[in-house]
């Protein structure tokens, strides 16, 4: 008899960003005129068109795969050479040595960051930031290492939480609990906030010393604006012995419908004596045929003088944004965080209100779509995270609705 991964139904309610999806959907059919003035500041997607150096590329690719003499079937399941190269050398350029072969083309870091436990015992001890993006902890409840659910406290009982509030600078402390592995997002998402050099180091010095492996999300390394931060773990001296990092194009270079990114497993990194490398190679030609051809010459593309001159000014775009919210919401008397780093305004709801009723307030007074910070974990509840990836118009308008109220 078939039976099911009893793991996926310990999963709380549906996927963060489908729950408000639905909310929005159910307020848009119940009023069809307010619904023409929503400003959707909540999915953190991207609203600027792709650049012209990244159309080209896409639109030569096209016209190749039109010709019986340069179609290509199939991609190398761990990515094309021209793409490997280009990100080498990018990494090269920030004083990092990272091989080609260290390198692994996808379509997107929220595939890898989910499927990335895969190669990892079913047993690890996770230890996740606390607010931090769902899908760490989603995935690893789906492969049974989350134990149960305690409702009382809003977290589950095997996985280590490592809290990120006011009181701490929104910077995850070291746990007492020693985790095999440990998720960072830097630039945070939702806070907003980043690592700086020394607070990295502290948490690569912890996971040599205890034989854990660092999972590095840096999605959002492109927003870095201050001295001091690391875009890559790798800057950090002895990080290619311990730590998987994961970026992606679709922030920086506007990607998220494109489907784009890339794991970095280094040569160095082992557990056990069993080097990481290979094993997330074998999984990835096991379960993926390869990122396209057309989207890893666009890939190519965002490196080039040309694109990567785009490229920032399309960041440059959406750090506007975040300063004007960012701004506007401090003059109106909120208690505000991130923006600087990051794409994202962390904000304190008024009167200590729950962020999922905040939500319904700023929805259904103000129009406005925003994503409730519990949804990131229990030490989000009371916090409310707005995108800066809308238009200029919306975001001036979100802060004028938001100012009068």
């Known amino acids: 008899m078939a039976k099911v991964n009893e793991n996926y139904l310990k ?10 999806a639905k909310k929005v959907s159910e307020y848009q059919n119940s009023h069809p005129e307010e619904a023409k003035e929503i400003i959707r500041l909540g999915i953190g997607d991207v609203t600027k068109p792709l650049t012209p150096a990244v159309l080209k590329a896409l639109h030569s690719a096209v016209d190749e795969m039109g010709n019986s003499e340069t179609f290509r079937g199939y991609a190398p399941d761990l990515g094309y050479d021209f793409l490997r190269k280009a990100i080498a050398d990018e990494y090269k350029e920030r004083g990092c040595d990272i091989d080609p072969g260290e390198i692994f083309v996808s379509d997107g870091a929220k595939s890898d960051t989910g499927n990335i436990q895969e190669i990892f015992s079913e047993d690890s001890i996770v230890a996740i930031c606390d607010p931090v993006y769902p899908v760490y902890a989603d995935s690893n409840v789906m492969a049974g290492r989350s134990g149960s659910f305690d409702e009382k406290n809003d977290r589950w009982d095997r996985i280590v939480y490592m809290p990120c509030t006011r009181e701490n600078g929104f910077s995850p402390e070291l746990p007492e609990k020693v985790p095999d592995i440990i998720y960072l997002c830097s630039p945070n998402n939702p806070t907003g906030t980043a690592l700086n050099k020394a607070e990295l180091k502290k948490w690569v010095d912890f996971a040599l010393e205890h034989n854990s492996v660092i999972l590095f999300d840096a999605a959002y390394e492109a927003y870095i604006t201050e001295d001091g931060i690391p875009r890559s773990i790798y800057e950090i001296e002895g990080a290619k012995k311990c730590a998987v990092e994961f970026r992606s194009f679709s922030k920086n270079a506007g990607f998220t419908g494109v489907r784009l990114g890339f794991t970095v497993v ?3 990194l082992e557990i056990s004596g069993v080097k990481l490398n290979p094993l997330w190679a074998r999984r990835h030609g096991t379960k993926y045929n390869g990122a396209p051809y057309i989207q890893q010459r666009a890939g190519e593309a965002v490196f080039s003088p040309e694109g990567k001159k785009e490229t920032k000014a399309l960041v440059d775009f959406y750090l506007g944004n975040a300063r004007i919210i960012y701004d506007g919401l401090k003059a109106a008397g909120y208690e505000v965080y991130g923006g600087v780093n990051s794409p994202y305004i962390w904000l304190r709801t008024p009167n200590d209100m729950t962020s999922w009723d905040f939500f319904e307030k700023l929805l259904n007074e103000y129009r406005i779509v925003g994503t409730p910070g519990s ?31």
């Open 11 to 20: 999963l709380r309610g549906s996927y963060l960003f489908s729950t408000i």
């Open 266 to 268: 280094p040569q160095d």
């Open 375 to 405: 949804g990131f974990g229990p030490s989000g509840e009371h916090y409310f995270r707005l995108t800066a990836f809308g238009t200029r118009e919306n975001a001036e308008k979100a802060v004028e609705r938001l100012k009068k109220g």
